[in-house]
């Protein structure tokens, strides 16, 4: 029995996805002390009511720093490249004050939506330098009470082809860039690009996180070339690809192999539904491809897997409202997920995504931060199923955000 006035904080009747019952979570400076049936104890308390309690949604991939960019150009781009060159004409003009400001307003979209973790790309090159890093960085320093930002590093348009973007990434990945990325389809020599970023996160020794494989064309990729840099360089378990959309143009046998190949390299996969569905098979006049690799079942092959957002209100994507719950039901629905797959697809915004990211102190566990979620829903496949409410949030054992839940006014009442 936990000893009586250990606790500064008591969570009553919290459903938890690993408990037959609901439990009470104790908690004492900002971490979880004990996981009990009924503590005892005089302390704060918050009744969760019998609700679902999750350790927060974590968002694997997103762009904080083009967000919100609807009204500055056209937004009839038909491919990814197009969009690309539309965000790279407006980059010179970003400041860190009109960075800082648009990330601000995803970012507190995602807290009261359950975001607890989060990963955010961040392009580094000449036309933008280091403005949208340093906004980035204010953003991570003050929004630290409700959510933890990690940084990743990468070249958008090209490495070996944008002369000084090298040189930029260096600088910030010695000021707190803990992640570094890469786009190799957008360089003029993409295994050049693979091996310097891969030289890079072995010198800072960070994780990688690579924009890859984004079309629809199977006769080439570069999955190949990135599983055999991360076993040369035993950094399984560090590596991440994000979209990989050639994977859902694979007839069955080639998926199966290249599935196995993700798995035995420990390459991660995470999809992004919003952008490879609005980006992909635009060119088609009928039967149009959905583009999306199929992440829950991979994941039940043995790739670790994510959902996340990638981009909001911008030419790459001009929808989003950063809700992962809503990410994870929009990938049910595409994905063709059954009931049985729902807890899957709930974990590919949490537990999968936290794995990802490596994140060693996810979870409604002991010793973990007292970081969670309230949704209004008694079971985790309804939390796919229905969308409910995300009633209530705590970073750290400290309440970040609370929603009310809507009153109907009926004629007798």
């Not at 000084?164 to 707190?176: M, T």
Request: glycine share 8%.
């Amino acid at each position: 029995m936990t000893t009586p006035s250990a606790f500064d904080l008591i969570f009553r009747n919290a459903v938890l996805r690993d408990a037959a019952d609901p439990m009470d979570i104790g908690v004492t400076r900002g971490r979880i002390t004990a996981i009990e049936p009924t503590l005892a104890c005089e302390a704060v308390e918050v009744d969760v009511g019998g609700r679902l309690a999750l350790p927060g949604f974590v968002d694997s991939h997103i762009h904080l720093d083009k967000a919100c960019l609807l009204g500055r150009c056209g937004h009839d781009h038909g491919s990814v490249s197009e969009a690309i060159r539309a965000v790279a004409g407006m980059k010179k003009d970003f400041t860190v004050e009109d960075v800082y400001a648009r990330g601000a307003r995803v970012l507190e979209r995602a807290i009261v939506h359950g975001t607890t973790r989060m990963r955010t790309h961040v392009e580094i090159d000449p036309r933008i330098g280091l403005r949208g890093f340093e906004a980035v960085k204010a953003l991570k320093r003050d929004y630290a009470w409700a959510i933890d930002l990690s940084l990743c590093v990468f070249p958008q348009e090209g490495l070996t082809n944008d002369p000084g973007s090298e040189e930029l990434l260096i600088q910030a990945l010695r000021d707190g860039g803990k992640v570094i990325g890469g786009c190799p389809y957008t360089d003029t020599d993409p295994n050049v690009h693979l091996t310097r970023i891969f030289d890079l996160a072995h010198e800072f020794d960070v994780d990688v996180d690579l924009h890859l494989d984004f079309d629809l064309d199977p006769s080439w990729w570069h999955l190949d070339e990135v599983c055999r840099q991360t076993e040369r360089r035993n950094y399984g378990g560090r590596v991440a690809i994000g979209h990989a959309t050639k994977l859902s143009a694979l007839p069955p046998e080639r998926l199966k192999s290249a599935t196995a190949q993700l798995a035995q390299a420990g390459v991660a996969v995470t999809v992004l539904p919003a952008t490879d569905l609005y980006l992909m098979g635009r060119e088609v006049t009928h039967n149009a491809p959905r583009g999306l690799a199929l992440a829950h079942k991979l994941a039940r092959e043995g790739v670790v897997c994510s959902v996340a957002t990638n981009n909001v209100l911008n030419p790459f994507t001009p929808f989003g409202d950063a809700s992962l719950l809503r990410m994870a039901n929009f990938y049910a629905n595409v994905a063709h997920a059954s009931v049985n797959d729902f807890d899957i697809c709930l974990d590919l915004v949490t537990e999968l995504p936290a794995r990802l990211m490596n994140l060693g102190d996810y979870g409604i566990k002991v010793g973990n931060p007292a970081d969670l979620v309230v949704l209004d829903t008694q079971d985790s496949r309804f939390a796919i199923a229905e969308l409910p409410d995300i009633v209530m949030g705590f970073k750290s054992g400290r309440q970040t955000f609370a929603r009310q839940r809507p009153t109907l006014f009926s004629p007798s009442s």
